[in-house]
């Protein structure tokens, strides 16, 4: 056997030590009276160790049910050490004295920890089984390049001069999207990649700027199609990988999951679901909310023991700027014909209790209620949904619910720019019943767009793709693109359609995402060999880093006189 020196106990006449590989631990024995030299190599051995031991397996006298290996030693005969180690910076046990930091900088010591090598032998479980389902089903897997021009993703993109072009840059993709949907024009009719994507973005918690994607295409399909095949995907995973039955996974409008969850990626695990109180609360003399566009709440189950204390904490958290509401209302169901709340001066018992029947609340139960604008009050509502189902313990990590979210709306004005912008990207296609909408009414316009989604998490979206040049054309003009930018950027495209594009669809998931939910964990980075820290480092290799003048001149590139050049 070989690998490295877990740890060593020395006991009277014999030594033991732990020997770790990537398949677990083994237990080497060695006996002073049977063998004085090689005992005492043993004991002169430090931890992280390489050795290389042969022996005779033996039967245990004192058992270790806990472990693998558990039955059995090895009687060692011979050992080599094959290299030494320094001490390591922290320990290599599941739970480790090292921080983030250090064991980011030394990660390849930190894979040696079995909680992560676990990780990345699920993450090759998935990419394996992901491989085997779409081979069966007929996808081939085909590469497409990293040194292209930009995708339309809407991120920014990464950048890389180009020596041999003088002054021009490659951008790396965002999602082999536009390749994809080249390979159904060239008649791939089936393709999938597991591939990394890169987007410069500002690194939001738990973001990676490059990730990958199971990137899926299809040609002569409908919605429907692009669904259940990769339901198909997605229950064969949970089978094969967690031996899971995954039941048929429902499906949900946008609209829908706005007004119920006030979320595009609602967990459907727990209820809570909103009740909208316009109609009871509007009218009766309480200023606050008379103004406003929503009246919304959640019955939280058994909340009436909040105290007097905690409610005004929660008042402070959803006040946060990350929540950003403007205030929070609460009623507590505190016994049959009973009702207790933060604006009774306002709402007789009969309000109150009308309340609580519209929100389902029952009695003990705490409906919180927030008013405002539309948008931001469900999405501020939805993350006190999620905090108190957090709360709760409604938010199993190992219970997994998924859910399609279908029928996107087509655009999303955005306030800043005052345009519309592709809520998923400008090859999506509008629903056939509402083109009529696209001049006068862009905005409700929906889409042949769908999210997967679990736990709550995004874990894959599509489209079915516009293959029509007319109908691109138009998309491009209702985003804002001239003529011109539209044929610069995506023109290759474009011209592509014109000669007979097959109708054709697609899908992409977060592959990091989706092994990080079936670790059990929303830490995408725990299941990358080699991630990069919240400033897109890679702490380790100390990337990116500055590079010299003669390659700055073979890219014909200066750096500005008052750039900060970091080491
Ligand atoms: N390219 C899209 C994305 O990365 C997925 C798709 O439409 O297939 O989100």
Redesign the pocket.
């Known amino acids: 056997m070989s690998g490295w020196m877990h740890r060593s106990r020395d006991l009277g006449g014999m030594t033991f030590i732990d020997l770790r590989d990537r398949y677990g631990i083994t237990q080497l024995v060695f006996n002073m009276e049977t063998n004085e030299d090689l005992c005492k190599t043993a004991r002169g051995l430090g931890r992280e160790f390489v050795l290389q031991v042969s022996g005779k397996v033996i039967e245990r006298s004192s058992k270790n049910a806990q472990m693998h290996t558990g039955d059995i030693e090895i009687e060692v005969s011979s050992l080599e050490v094959l290299n030494a180690s320094e001490t390591p910076p922290f320990t290599i046990e599941t739970e480790t004295d090292g921080g983030e930091d250090i064991r980011m900088k030394y990660r390849y010591l930190d894979i040696r920890r079995k909680p992560v090598r676990d990780n990345l032998m699920l993450r090759h479980r998935m990419a394996i089984e992901t491989r085997n389902y779409l081979d069966q089903q007929g996808f081939l897997e085909v590469e497409t390049p990293y040194l292209i021009k930009s995708t339309p ?1 809407g991120a920014r993109d990464f950048v890389v001069p180009s020596r041999m072009n003088e002054g021009q840059f490659y951008a790396l993709p ?2 082999p ?1 536009t390749f ?1 949907q080249l390979l159904m024009v060239g008649g791939m009719d089936k393709y999938y990649q597991i591939v990394k ?1 890169f987007r410069d973005e500002d690194l939001r918690a738990d973001r990676q700027p490059e990730f990958t ?1 199971i ?3 299809m040609a002569f399909v409908e919605q429907e199609d692009i669904l259940n095949t990769f339901e198909g995907l997605v229950k064969h995973l949970f089978k094969a990988v967690k031996g899971i039955d995954m039941a048929d996974i429902p499906r949900m409008s946008y609209d829908e999951a706005m007004r119920r969850f006030g979320n595009d990626k609602p967990d459907i695990r727990f209820g809570m679901e909103f009740a909208e109180l316009n109609e009871l609360a509007k009218g009766k003399g309480f200023k606050v909310f008379d103004a406003q566009e929503l009246i919304v709440g959640i019955a939280v189950p058994d909340g009436t023991s909040y105290s007097r204390k905690q409610l005004d904490q929660l008042i402070d958290w959803v006040k946060r700027p990350q929540i950003g509401a403007s205030g929070l209302v609460w009623v507590k169901y505190e016994a049959e014909g009973q009702w207790k709340s933060s604006v009774d001066k306002f709402f007789s018992q009969e309000d109150l209790a009308a309340w609580c029947e519209e929100s389902g609340a029952k009695v003990g139960d705490l409906m919180l209620v927030m008013a405002g604008g539309a948008a931001k009050t469900r999405k501020a509502l939805s993350e006190l949904r999620l905090e108190m189902a957090e709360r709760l313990g409604f938010r199993n990590p190992e219970n997994f619910q998924a859910l399609w979210v279908t029928d996107f709306p087509l655009l999303e004005w955005d306030e800043e720019t005052e345009r519309f912008h592709a809520m ?2 400008p090859f ?1 296609s509008p629903k056939p019943q509402d083109l009529e909408l696209i001049d006068s009414n862009p905005g409700a316009v929906r889409a042949n767009a769908y999210d997967l989604t679990l736990n709550g998490n995004e874990i894959g ?3 079915i793709r516009i293959h029509d040049r007319a109908l691109q054309k138009r998309m491009f003009e209702l985003l804002g693109f001239s003529d011109e930018e539209a044929q610069a950027q995506f023109g290759f495209l474009m011209n592509a359609f014109e000669y007979g594009a097959p109708p054709h669809g ?3 998931f977060g592959f990091d995402r989706l092994v990080a939910l079936f670790g059990g964990s929303e830490s995408i980075r725990d299941y990358i060999a080699f991630p990069k820290n919240n400033s897109g480092r890679d702490v380790m290799i100390d990337a990116p880093a500055s590079i010299d003048d003669k390659q700055l001149e073979e890219l014909s590139l200066r750096l500005r006189d008052n750039a900060i050049t970091t080491k």
């Open positions: 993703e965002q999602s999207q994809k994507c994607q990137d899926c295409e998923h990207h999506t979206g599509g489209s697609g899908i992409a």
